[in-house]
């Protein structure tokens, strides 16, 4: 017990009181738990500092990247929401990447659907300030950790002071990072908090600056209601371990899918669902990545479906046994941010959250969350009914 007090004194300035409770108005300094959510990302992250926003991936794209600066994906095109946030699709003058002077390149998949090593290391430019490697399985296969710390090395001895986005789940990915983004909806979160997103490191100023306007940066905004509650319960939640980072000479932004594992959290559970998936519908002949008894690396569970006639009944199975809107009728469609019909199944408490129950399509068809693995035990009776 007395080693326990001890402890409990050394740490007594780490401790303080967090109104939950939210605030209004111009939210100044530490009202409402804000800024006790920051610090503690910081802390996870071994940052300087942290902030939360609605959305992050563009904000640190417009943040970091200036009129004459080119953007270079190393790892393929990117997912469909990107594409008018870049202008690789005509954003109508509403404000895209492209509008604002930046220039953007692509480097495509070698034949085997991973990263062309000859074409990368050749591909970068004097102007080429950001390397985009985007790890969401869009090519038929996913990019591997082992491939993006590779293509990190690639683009450093290149141009030093290139500035590197990818997803990765892996501690030594994120060493030398001056800047890391992610989602507040997935793994980090617990999958209890409705909306946001988080980035972190030693950049975080620039980003702030965007987030409000230059000189405010953190120093206001109000978070109304009882959302402070939830980000900060759902972090608990979630699985906890100790990150280590160094800062680097070359800007690095990682947009982060967390993925630590524990016996006792929710991404546990997801995982377990992903593993019954691949096991099951390898079992019946389909392709899946990652396979079963494969290390996994982050939550989503790849199914090839090979065409729409099975892809749809699949979502449909889904969205059936889901436990919120199961009676929803799924209809294909266009949705914004994507170029291409595309259906989504996400029976889920909130909306989008992929780390619950869900899954879409159009025929890249990622089958990913579930926060109960027995949630995809129920669906897959469903979905052998189905296709």
């Known amino acids: 017990m007395e080693r326990v007090v001890e402890a409990a004194v050394s740490l007594s300035s780490e401790f303080r009181a967090v ?18 959510l ?45 594409e008018e946030v870049i202008g690789k699709r005509d954003s109508h003058g509403m404000g895209s990447l492209r509008d604002f002077g930046v220039e953007y390149r692509e480097v495509p998949h070698a034949a085997d659907g991973g990263l062309d090593w000859v074409a990368v290391t050749g591909a970068l430019k004097p102007q080429t300030k950001c390397a985009l490697i985007q790890r969401v399985f869009i090519h038929g296969r996913r990019v591997g ?5 590779r293509a990190m090395k690639i683009v450093k001895m290149q141009n030093p002071n290139c500035l590197a986005w990818w997803i990765a789940a892996m501690v030594n990915l994120w060493k030398g990072a001056d800047l890391i983004a992610g989602s507040l909806i997935e793994n980090p979160a617990g999958t209890i908090a409705p909306c946001g997103g988080y980035v972190a490191r ?14 405010l940066g953190v120093d206001c905004g109000s978070t109304p209601g009882d959302i402070m509650q939830a980000f900060l319960q759902g972090l608990f939640l979630s699985p906890s371990d100790g990150w280590q980072s160094n800062q680097g000479t070359i800007y690095q932004l990682v947009i982060c899918s967390i993925l630590l594992y524990s016996s006792n959290n929710r991404v546990t559970f997801v995982l377990k669902g992903s593993f019954l998936i691949a096991e099951v519908m390898s079992s019946k002949g389909y392709v899946v990545q990652p396979l ?43 949705s914004p941010g994507y170029a291409s019909e595309v259906i989504f199944a996400d029976g889920t408490f909130i909306d989008g959250r992929t780390s619950e129950l869900s899954c879409d399509g159009p025929l890249r068809g990622p089958f990913s969350g579930g926060t109960h693995w027995t949630q995809w035990g129920i669906v897959l009776g469903e979905v052998w009914k189905s296709i």
């Open 145 to 149: 950790v082992r491939e993006i710390d």
């Open 292 to 334: 079963p008894w494969f290390p996994f690396h982050d939550t989503v569970q790849a199914v090839q479906l090979e065409n729409r006639e099975k892809l749809l009944p699949f979502c449909e199975a889904v969205q059936r046994s889901s436990l919120v809107a199961s009676f929803t009728k799924l209809v294909a469609g266009f």
């Open 19 to 36: 109104d939950m409770s939210g605030c209004t108005g111009y939210g100044h300094d530490e009202v409402g738990g804000h800024e006790a």
């Open 38 to 82: 920051d610090q503690v990302f910081a802390e996870i992250f071994s940052s300087e500092a942290a902030i939360h926003m609605h959305s992050c991936y563009h904000l640190c794209f417009f943040a970091l990247l200036r009129s004459g600066d080119e953007l270079l994906a190393v790892a393929g095109a990117p997912y469909d929401t990107l």
């Open 202 to 215: 030693s950049e975080i100023k620039v980003v702030a600056a965007h987030l409000s306007a230059p000189g």
